[in-house]
């Protein structure tokens, strides 16, 4: 059984970093592309930032400069480093495991709150 957990979230303060974590279960992580994405209320989910099992990073435009996706394949982990926080940035943070060579097999964690907020 796949399992994704995100943990990480939380308020802070415009100009703030948090730091995100997923954790894997399963044998999906080492050969899987990890990636983060956000909802927002009323928006659709989106494609924050990406990383391959040869760590190869993709970022939103919105994030670039501020955003750091890293992975662990030791802790089979994945990371989003998120600095210069903006109140745009509010939104639940979902981890997602994807086969490259299967896309159909992807696999989501719960999602964590991030508010950035003064």
């Known amino acids: 059984q796949v399992q994704l957990v995100e943990s990480g979230g939380g308020l802070v303060q415009p100009g703030g970093s948090l730091r995100l974590s997923c954790a894997t279960s399963?044998?999906?992580?080492?050969?899987?592309?990890m990636g983060w994405y956000r909802q927002a209320p009323g928006k659709e989910r989106e494609l924050v930032a990406a990383?391959?099992?040869?760590?190869?990073?993709s970022y939103a435009d919105s994030v670039k400069g501020r955003f750091t996706i890293s992975r662990d394949n030791a802790k089979n982990t994945v990371y989003l480093q998120m600095r210069s926080l903006k109140p745009e940035d509010t939104a639940v943070y979902y981890c997602?495991?994807?086969?490259?060579?299967?896309?159909?097999?992807?696999?989501w964690g719960q999602g964590t709150q991030v508010t950035v907020s003064s």
């Open positions: 997602n495991a994807q086969n490259p060579i299967v896309p159909t097999l992807t696999y």
């Open positions: 990383i391959t099992v040869g760590h190869i990073t």
């Open positions: 399963g044998s999906i992580f080492s050969i899987s592309t």
